[in-house]
């Protein structure tokens, strides 16, 4: 796992918000709503792999100042992978309101599970995707809550990375260092977000200890 690609949120304020997640006894109205929160605050953060450049402005006291912008807003494009990611990308587009999103249907097909000795692959089915103009001038910013294989991003990739986008960010709650180590071997441009990484999957390729299935957190299910 290079660390330099693996941005983990680490503060007191995040660490209670994972603790509201994991906790079992959250219901679905709260788990949904700090989702939505953490996408706005994963977005702010996500803001140190974005392009900037100086400008210079003036404040109300007549004296110009050196300051920043941050560039190429509108070249990002927000992918949610449905269902559990849309409370994420809702608050994400809270910090980035210009840009565009995407929408991709993905599940992993539970009886194609495959295990050896690199770890737990599954097959996954891909069944709706609309996608706006990507080109390589483009920051695609792919949303999973819940990176336990990476068999679901790799697919997504896969439909992905022939546009040839300037940078893919995963933006995510929770991954495992093989899911991270999968994904980031599939192009050089990659980077993650996160707020833990959990190192073990069970045998049904769930992350332990995880959070349970964000999908029926989020909606109640």
Do not use: C, Q
Not at 106 to 126: H, P, Q, V
Not at 163 to 191: C, F, M
């Amino acid at each position: 796992m290079e660390a330099k690609k693996v941005h983990i949120l680490e503060n007191p304020y995040i660490s209670e918000k994972l603790t509201i997640l994991r906790d079992k006894n959250t219901s679905y109205l709260v788990f949904r709503s700090v989702l939505e929160e953490l996408g706005f605050l994963i977005g702010v953060e996500m803001s140190k792999s974005l392009p900037v450049v100086e400008k210079r402005i003036t404040t109300p006291l007549n004296v110009e100042v050196k300051g920043i912008s941050i560039t190429n807003r509108d070249k990002m494009i927000l992918i949610p992978i449905l269902r559990a990611s849309i409370p994420l990308a809702w608050g994400m587009l809270k910090a980035y309101p210009e840009a565009k999103m995407g929408l991709i249907v993905a599940r992993r097909i539970e009886e194609s599970i495959k295990t050896d000795e690199k770890g737990i692959r599954f097959d996954i089915e891909l069944s709706y995707k609309k996608l706006p103009r990507i080109d390589n001038n483009s920051i695609v910013v792919i949303i999973d809550p819940m990176i336990a294989t990476g068999s679901t991003i790799i697919r997504v990739l896969d439909e992905i990375l022939v546009y040839n986008p300037s940078k893919i960010i995963i933006v995510g709650i929770i991954a495992t260092p093989y899911a991270i180590d999968r994904i980031l071997s599939k192009a050089e441009n990659i980077e993650f977000y996160l707020l833990a990484v959990d190192e073990k999957l069970d045998e049904r390729g769930y992350i332990v200890p995880g959070l349970g299935d964000a999908g029926d957190r989020v909606f109640g299910t």
